[in-house]
């Protein structure tokens, strides 16, 4: 268990640009979440993927944000046109959830990618 | 998710135990409380759940009331690495983890 991984670390780009982050999760979990974080904030929730089904996008902040997990592993998150009220930190989850929904364990989150938007 | 209330900051001296209140009056039955900590720039780290009964790790201690409408999650020596934000969460995993403000626990020397 190597833990959830997220690439970059930060990122800095100007307004308008379009900006991808990666993240790999614990390699047998099957669900992936994305969240956001700005300061002084607890994350809220954007999406989730089981394997590479995105079962629950409507929390996107907008049609400049997608998420793709094309194979069920790695997910990448786009924002496109940034904007600087996208500055924030985005974090990336994932868990194992057993057939039916039962059986699961607990989120465990990368450390995010820090974006700022200038 | 049920909603949880928690004091949004408590300080504790160091080596003494730490009792973080969560009150989550609307919780349903098939809800669990989940406690997360986030260490500055960091992500959310999961430290412990539970459904009724009382549990224990090698991170911490949660009780729950026998009503189940609040709890306490209890670091039982903090140390100074402790100072996070603190998190009380009613979860189920048909619904998203949602986090509310948490509790900024300050550990002191």
């Known amino acids: 268990d190597t833990g959830v991984s997220q690439n970059p670390r930060h990122k800095i780009t100007k307004r308008g640009q379009n900006v991808t982050f990666r993240c790999d999760p614990i390699s047998e979990h099957n669900r992936l979440y994305w969240y956001r974080q700005t300061l002084g904030q607890g994350p809220e929730f954007l999406t989730y993927?089981?394997?590479?089904?995105?079962?629950?996008k409507s929390r996107l902040l907008s049609d400049r944000f997608s998420a793709e997990r094309p194979k069920g592993s790695f997910s990448t998150l786009e924002i496109q046109r940034t904007e600087q009220g996208d500055s924030a930190m985005y974090l990336c989850?994932?868990?194992?959830?057993?057939?039916?929904?039962?059986?699961?364990?607990?989120?465990?989150f990368g450390n995010g990618t820090r974006l700022t938007v200038t | 998710d049920a909603k949880t209330t928690q004091p949004p900051s408590m300080d504790c001296a160091e080596g003494r135990a730490a009792n973080l209140p969560c009150n989550h009056s609307?919780?349903?039955?098939?809800?669990?409380v989940y406690w997360y900590r986030q260490i500055h720039s960091q992500g959310p780290q999961y430290i412990i759940h539970?459904?009724?009964n009382n549990e224990t790790n090698e991170m911490a201690s949660l009780i729950i009331t026998e009503d189940r409408k609040s709890s306490t999650l209890i670091l039982p020596h903090a140390t100074l690495r402790d100072t996070a934000v603190y998190y009380c969460?009613?979860?189920?995993?048909?619904?998203?983890?949602?986090f509310g403000g948490g509790t900024r626990l300050m550990v002191k020397p």
């Open positions: 609307t919780i349903s039955g098939n809800e669990y």
């Open positions: 993927f089981q394997n590479e089904a995105q079962l629950e």
């Open positions: 539970g459904l009724k």
């Open positions: 989850a994932s868990s194992l959830v057993g057939t039916g929904g039962f059986g699961f364990s607990p989120l465990h």
């Open positions: 969460i009613a979860y189920n995993a048909g619904n998203m983890l949602t």
